[in-house]
């Protein structure tokens, strides 16, 4: 089968990128941007981000939704979004820069970066002996596709990494626990907490007051993952009483973060605009055409995921 269209949607991304890449593999494929601009029958895959509410229900013979990176979450639940497969995108790419990400929060912590910016604000040259990588223990929430090459990451930096996830997994130096009923011992054993978990029902606001505190008093957090795995209100207490002394965040209940926004004014939180790890059109646009292909010879596509589990 050819010759049938892919509408593209994000706020973000740059479409003439993703024509550029994705027609190179796919000639025969059309590439719209404009829902006006193409016969909504003929639209058989979408390529999205975060479309808006009623977006798919335009279009009655879609066959793929490819979401523009790992986290789904804007595509479950949705009363517009027929029963058809759903895959995220999870190219090396992603991988890499997540988890350099990663290894810039926990490092810049560890050595104690933040420490020595606030110092140099002050023109005061401040020695903080180091400690030993191996002795500072560093939590990573969610092992997937890319918490889990974070996690083996950190381990091979020279960190002791625990990791924690719904199913369990093993990770060549990382000590893996598995199953909420052992979240509340894994964090009351790190001192600094990686976020990597997809937001779903069962992780929106897993992170409550309750649970922050079972973090050792001084702990460093660090949210590249979703705001909403979070509870705010109860992160920036326990960020204003010291219980949780630093917080690097990449991610926010609301984005753009408000320019009113409290976390503006911390001290203690390092704001990154949601970039930890972004899609790259030219090492993803391979794997978005091999799902076509596949769903095109009546196969399955690539990193599909559950909508019930959301992930």
């Not at 798919?56 to 639940?77: E, M, Q």
């Not at 926004?261 to 790259?280: D, G, K, Q």
Request: net charge negative; charged share 25%.
């Amino acid at each position: 089968m050819s010759g049938d269209a892919l509408i593209f949607y994000s706020a973000f991304d740059d479409p003439a990128a993703w024509k550029k890449t994705l027609t190179a593999e796919l000639p025969d494929l059309e590439f719209h941007t404009d829902p006006d601009a193409v016969d909504p029958a003929r639209v058989h895959y979408a390529l999205t981000w975060k479309p808006p509410t009623g977006f798919f229900g335009r279009f009655p013979n879609l066959k793929l939704v490819t979401n523009l990176g790992a986290g789904v979450d804007s595509l479950v639940g949705r009363d517009d979004l027929p029963d058809v497969p759903i895959s995220r995108l999870s190219d090396t790419g992603m991988v890499s820069l997540m988890t350099s990400y990663v290894l810039f929060s926990v490092i810049r912590y560890a050595r104690d970066i933040h420490v020595f910016e606030r110092a140099q604000r002050r023109s005061e040259w401040k020695y903080v002996h180091p400690r030993a990588l191996s002795d500072i223990r560093v939590g990573v929430l969610g092992l997937g596709e890319l918490g889990g090459p974070a996690a083996e990451a950190l381990a091979r930096t020279g960190f002791d990494v625990r990791g924690w996830s719904r199913s369990q997994k093993q990770i060549p130096g990382v000590t893996c626990q598995a199953g909420i009923d052992t979240l509340d011992g894994f964090l009351s054993e790190v001192e600094i907490l990686v976020i990597l978990l997809p937001l779903t029902p069962e992780t929106r606001g897993l992170l409550d007051a309750k649970r922050l505190a079972r973090l050792p008093a001084g702990a460093k957090l660090i949210n590249a993952s979703r705001g909403a795995v979070v509870d705010e209100p109860a992160l920036i207490t326990a960020l204003q009483s010291g219980a949780i002394a630093e917080a690097t965040l990449d991610v926010f209940v609301v984005e753009p973060l408000p320019k009113d926004h409290v976390f503006w004014r911390m001290e203690n939180v390092l704001i990154t605009p949601h970039l930890a790890s972004i899609t790259v059109p030219e090492a993803a646009a391979r794997e978005v055409a091999e799902s076509i292909r596949r769903v095109r010879s009546g196969l399955p596509p690539l990193h599909q995921i559950d909508p019930r589990r959301g992930y």
